[in-house]
């Protein structure tokens, strides 16, 4: 499993006074970027591919409150991957300084051609790392339907 260690800043609290629904959005998203500059998706490497990944959902669980004073730990698996690595769904863990675990959250992205705006597989190079990543225990090969079974595709506003 791959870990994050953040303090808790003042900047991170709502109005009341604990941790912000922003700032587990903020945490989630820099372990994510921890784990795939580590694993050599950089700046510069999805530049050279022209690629960036996209979010299509986070759905938070909150188990119990987070205040400032003591560091947190957030967690990554990987709980799904297409096989060409289009798309992937995330695992988040948060835990207290005594490792009890007060958050989760699921989120599911894809990556996208940044010139044709378009949905795009993973380079090898990219796929063959991302495939070697910690994978949660229910862990499974993702299709296009499996980014679909939430929500309902918006009609013809008029």
């Known amino acids: 499993m791959y870990f994050k260690e953040f303090d ?9 006074r604990h941790l912000a629904n922003s700032a587990y959005i903020n945490f989630m998203s820099h372990t994510r970027m921890g784990f795939l500059i580590e694993n050599g998706f950089t700046q510069q490497q999805l530049a050279k591919h022209n690629i960036g990944p996209v979010v299509f959902y986070e759905h938070m669980y909150y188990f119990k409150e987070a205040f400032p004073g003591k560091p947190v730990k957030v967690s990554l698996e990987i709980a799904g991957l297409s096989e060409d690595g289009m798309f992937f769904e995330f695992v988040h863990n948060f835990y207290d300084i005594h490792g009890k675990n007060f958050a989760s959250c699921e989120m599911m992205g894809a ?3 940044l010139k044709t705006r378009q949905l795009i597989g ?9 495939a070697k990543a910690p994978k949660s225990e229910n862990f499974k090969i993702l299709s296009k339907e499996d980014t679909r079974r939430f929500g309902k595709k918006p009609e013809n506003l008029q």
């Open 122 to 130: 993973l380079p090898n190079e990219f796929n063959t790392a991302i």
């Open 8 to 16: 808790i800043r003042w900047s991170d609290l709502d109005a009341n």
């Open 111 to 113: 990556w996208i051609d």
